[in-house]
């Protein structure tokens, strides 16, 4: 084999391998925490604030996973009634498995059934109001069905 056909074979093949990689590229997913991004980020001093409230409490709000539910408790210093706001489970690996519901409190607690959720690690963010005053807790949850 002669040197301009080694040269001329490494060429095709290094072109061969960018396009590849350009291919593979423009072909793969990539999912945003929300679409809005931008006004989000500008909400993000609120937040730190909410967070920082949400940390001063005595009785922090908490979550566990059954076998069969999500269950959240809410504080028992706050009414049930004056609980209100959202909870929402970011999937990072797949937007069509976000889900949001609105806080429904009875008896300082909240139940999720996991039939709603489907299986995967999610970034749970609740976003609550609780006795006139505002709170964001957020953590990882891990759904196994």
């Not at 929300?34 to 940390?55: C, N, P, V, W």
């Not at 008896?107 to 749970?124: C, E, F, M, T, W």
């Amino acid at each position: 084999m002669n040197w301009k056909a080694l040269i001329a074979a490494v060429y095709v093949s290094f072109i061969s391998m960018i396009l590849l990689l350009v291919g593979m590229s423009a072909g793969q997913k990539i999912d945003l925490v929300t679409d809005h991004y931008y006004e989000e980020e500008l909400k993000f001093q609120g937040k730190i604030d909410k967070a920082a409230r949400a940390s001063a409490l005595a009785e922090p709000l908490s979550w566990t996973v059954t076998e069969s539910d999500l269950q959240i408790h809410y504080p028992a210093t706050v009414a049930d009634s004056a609980i209100s706001g959202l909870i929402r489970m970011y999937c990072p690996s797949d937007d069509r498995n976000d889900r949001q519901f609105a806080i429904e409190a009875k008896d300082h607690g909240q139940s999720v059934a996991l039939s709603q959720i489907p299986a995967g690690r999610y970034k749970i963010q609740v976003d609550w109001k609780g006795n006139n005053e505002t709170f964001w807790n957020e953590g990882v949850v891990v759904i196994a069905h």
